[in-house]
T-cell receptor, first 112, second 111 residues
Framework: NAGVTQTPKFQVLKTGQSMTLQCAQD?????MSWYRQDPGMGLRLIHY???????DQGEVPNGYNVSRSTTEDFPLRLLSAAPSQTSVYFC???????????FGSGTRLTVV | QQQVKQSPQSLIVQKGGISIINCAYE??????FPWYQQFPGKGPALLIA?????SEKKEGRFTISFNKSAKQFSLHIMDSQPGDSATYFC??????????FGSGTRLSIRP
């Protein structure tokens, strides 16, 4: 099993560009989330999903969109990149409470 | 608004010593409290977790102590080893859909 796969691993964007961070899991997990990690800020929840077709906002959703058309995939879209979105992005999935989340290896995004 | 407050920000412990990281939460709806370990360049990995109906959970050298009335919980690492050097995050969850993390503690174990 691959677990949670994130692509790309590294990305540099210019301000105003858009892009999609890909996330796929092969564990048949219903719950999936996107986090961003910044120094001293821990992991902040951007968007999450409790199943295909269901998404909701987390702590810092502005500037990001998500969709969940299948159980396996949960892409994160940056609509118009800003330098404040420079961060490491993690996708995670879970069976549910008591199982914890499995994280991907992250995407390091730099917006110049 | 920080729903889960974690301290200290960084910690240095001698090999063989006890590492202690503390967290406090505000939302009484939280009912699952995991700790995650993260090595540089990797995603966080679940280390140990506790439900609020128990006061302590131990797995090997790692112990969670939980104080429901004070809304506090802590991670104790006994006989700390250089391989334990990592960043540790506490977290709190009420439904597996909206887990909230603390700000992290960078732990260094000196040989």
């Amino acid at each position: 099993n691959a677990g949670v796969t994130q692509t790309p691993k590294f990305q540099v964007l210019k301000t105003g560009q858009s892009m999609t961070l890909q996330c796929a899991q092969d564990m048949n997990h219903e719950y999936m989330s996107w986090y961003r990690q910044d120094p001293g800020m821990g992991l902040r929840l951007i968007h999450y999903s409790v199943g295909a077709g269901i998404t909701d906002q987390g702590e810092v959703p502005n500037g990001y969109n998500v969709s969940r058309s299948t159980t396996e995939d949960f892409p994160l879209r940056l609509l118009s990149a800003a330098p404040s979105q420079t961060s490491v992005y993690f996708c995670a999935s879970s069976y549910g409470l008591d199982y914890g989340y499995t994280f991907g290896s992250g995407t390091r995004l730099t917006v110049v | 608004q920080q729903q889960v407050k974690q301290s200290p920000q960084s910690l240095i412990v001698q090999k063989g010593g006890i590492s202690i990281i503390n967290c406090a939460y505000e939302n009484t709806a939280f009912d699952y409290f995991p700790w995650y370990q993260q090595f540089p360049g990797k995603g966080p990995a679940l280390l140990i977790a506790i439900r609020p109906d128990v006061s302590e959970k131990k797995e090997g050298r790692f112990t969670i102590s939980f104080n429901k009335s004070a809304k506090q919980f802590s991670l104790h690492i006994m006989d700390s080893q250089p391989g334990d050097s990592a960043t540790y995050f506490c977290a709190a969850d009420s439904s597996a859909s909206k887990i909230i993390f603390g700000s992290g503690t960078r732990l260094s174990i000196r040989p």
